[in-house]
T-cell receptor
Framework: AQSVTQPDIHITVSEGASLELRCNYSYGATPYLFWYVQSPGQGLQLLLKYFSGDTLVQGIKGFEAEFKRSQSSFNLRKPSVHWSDAAEYFCAAPGSNTGKLIFGQGTTLQVKP | DAGVIQSPRHEVTEMGQEVTLRCKPISGHDYLFWYRQTMMRGLELLIYFNNNVPIDDSGMPEDRFSAKMPNASFSTLKIQPSEPRDSAVYFC??????????????FGQGTRLTVV
């Protein structure tokens, strides 16, 4: 069965430090992959998505993600984290032959001053 | 477009009462999803519709939960009777048909339900 896994439930980084959030997927064909962010008390907002082509995808708020087929990964990165990046981050992929979107468990990012 | 609109934003009700959550998807979107988010279980898909037809309701926790989509611009999620363990944030999301570079699922702001 298809799945999306985010190994890290909680990550803390210092403001200005770099960030990498991990996402692994199981998918037969070339996947479509998404990263969403959820700020406290808000709904989910799309950060970026991968469909095909360039494996390095740029998103909003200075985020990027790299698709690595050999590692079944789609990790989210940011070179310098801001306090406003504190939020929960979700990786997602479409279910096989279904219309639904499968989400990972989410990673909560805390930013230290 | 105003995005996916959910109402109410907050709902506090007593155990045993009926609760109805409402969602207006983005115009032109063929898919509508209901999710529930809790600390313990994270983000769970409850049910989704395609062209107003329920496609997969395997995530609905039990018979107390029901969802309808009478037309393309409106959906409801009903809990009857409600229980304290139903306390959660309920999200509605919608997207158009197909997966391509221009496709994404848009989420509403959610309804925070508290059952006391």
């Amino acid at each position: 069965a298809q799945s999306v896994t985010q190994p890290d439930i909680h990550i803390t980084v210092s403001e200005g430090a770099s960030l990498e959030l991990r996402c692994n997927y199981s998918y037969g064909a070339t996947p479509y992959l998404f990263w969403y962010v959820q700020s406290p008390g808000q709904g989910l907002q799309l950060l970026l998505k991968y469909f095909s082509g360039d494996t390095l995808v740029q998103g909003i708020k200075g985020f990027e993600a790299e698709f690595k087929r050999s590692q079944s990964s789609f990790n989210l990165r940011k070179p310098s984290v801001h306090w406003s990046d504190a939020a929960e981050y979700f990786c997602a992929a479409p279910g096989s032959n279904t219309g639904k979107l499968i989400f990972g468990q989410g990673t909560t990012l805390q930013v230290k001053p | 477009d105003a995005g996916v609109i959910q109402s109410p934003r907050h709902e506090v009700t007593e155990m045993g009462q009926e609760v109805t959550l409402r969602c207006k998807p983005i115009s032109g979107h063929d898919y509508l999803f209901w999710y529930r988010q809790t600390m313990m279980r994270g983000l769970e898909l409850l049910i989704y519709f395609n062209n107003n037809v329920p496609i997969d309701d395997s995530g609905m926790p039990e018979d107390r939960f029901s969802a309808k989509m009478p037309n393309a611009s409106f959906s409801t999620l009903k809990i009857q009777p409600s229980e304290p363990r139903d306390s959660a944030v309920y999200f509605c999301a919608s997207r158009r048909t197909g997966w391509d570079l221009n496709t994404e699922a848009f989420f509403g702001q959610g309804t925070r339900l508290t059952v006391v």
